[in-house]
């Protein structure tokens, strides 16, 4: 897998949404919570379920839905990354 898709990103990486890959209904629900081309992204923590930020959200993401985002690494991730908060503000459930 490319690293030019966001399930491909470290912990502490941040960058540019390029692309939605998702069928509609994913697309939508993936709009509806600020995850478009152009949004500034964090990979807050990498795992699965990934839990990603954008702007004051934070939101978690199924690997296998992750993989239909495009994005652009901007900025690395720091060589010692602090622990991630053990909470979930979010979950991205779709039918």
Do not use: F, Y
């Not at 993936?30 to 795992?47: D, F, I, R, S, T």
């Not at 004051?56 to 690395?76: F, H, K, N, P």
């Not at 602090?82 to 979010?90: I, S």
């Amino acid at each position: 897998m490319s690293s030019d898709r966001l399930c491909c990103w470290k912990s502490g990486e941040e960058g540019v949404i390029t692309e939605i890959t998702a069928e509609s209904a994913l697309s939508e629900r993936l709009q509806e919570l600020g995850v478009v081309p152009g949004a500034w992204v964090k990979m807050v923590q990498h795992g699965c379920p990934m839990l990603i930020q954008i702007n004051d959200s934070r939101i978690c993401l199924r690997r296998e839905d992750a993989r239909m985002i495009g994005a652009q690494v901007v900025a690395e991730a720091p060589a010692t990354q602090p622990n991630a908060p053990d909470v979930t503000v979010g979950k991205l459930a779709v039918s």
